[in-house]
DNA sequence: TGACATAAGGTGTATATACACATAAAATTG
DNA sequence: CAATTTTATGTGTATATACACCTTATGTCA
């Protein structure tokens, strides 16, 4: 393989796959603990969002959770399905749909916590309290320096 | 909202969401660099490391790439698809299934090289080249203690 | 007010990620 | 060597992510 030489070994110090690898293996630590009460990490984030501000339309929703507006609509209508948010007309503007928590949702957000915080805790254990607080405050930087 | 409480306010703190959201973003910076030469991230990643390998089985490639076996499939057959590689019946071991980079995939490897430089140059001046070293130091350190 | 621009949202499509389950080949073992 | 176990891989299914394009409602301005 003559074509095989040192120019690629370089390649392996790629940021982006180095930071998708790394999301992937703490999501499945997420998954795992969170599997336990059927949800998601993702819907699980969406549950906790919506519980501190309330109906929302779904643009600024999806501002806020950075999120694409398109996989938001797609994600909701799994979590509307399940009875944990409720999706309605906006009242003023007939484009919008606004989206909020049910009784059903606080309940499933509720039962999760627990499990997320184990989670949370379980990744703190294994990576060491510094160097996660270290990696958080670095990702936010990175987050806001990119937005 | 009598449920709106304070108690909410703290699952802001996800370690999950927190490198999802880096994630994506950090991906997106690279899709539009990678985009002008019609290759993905994840798909850049697999054919650098196909060109430090040279011929190698799916499991250990999947390995090495710390994914998925099965997404690993479905990823070489758009690969494959494209010429990029090649994918052969084992040569020992009938179960399975050898894959090289093709010369067009180190074409395609070599043309996107310059785009995936300028992406990490772009990150690198954003996020500020101490914050981001110090980030792959923390993100490497907790991927070892995950896997 | 009517024409046009803009904003909110949805749909189609492609890839990414992960798990449960299925199949076939190889290895092991009695 | 035949039966069983393990290994390598594929398939079905569900969600995640992103972009291009479409529709409809709202806003703007001549």
Redesign the pocket.
Known sequence: MSRRKEKYQRLADCSCDRI??S???V??LY??ML?EVGI????FT?LATLANSGTI??????DQL?????????????LE??GWVR?QP?P???????VALSNLGFDKLDQAIPHWRRAQQALSKKAGETTLVDLRENLLKISKQLS
């Open positions: 998708r690898r999301a992937r293996q999501t499945q998954e795992t599997r998601k990490p993702s819907q969406i339309a779904l643009s600024p929703l999806a950075m999120l694409d507006r398109t996989g938001l609509t797609r994600n909701l209508a799994v399905r399940n999706i906006g003023h503007d007939q484009r919008q749909r606004v």
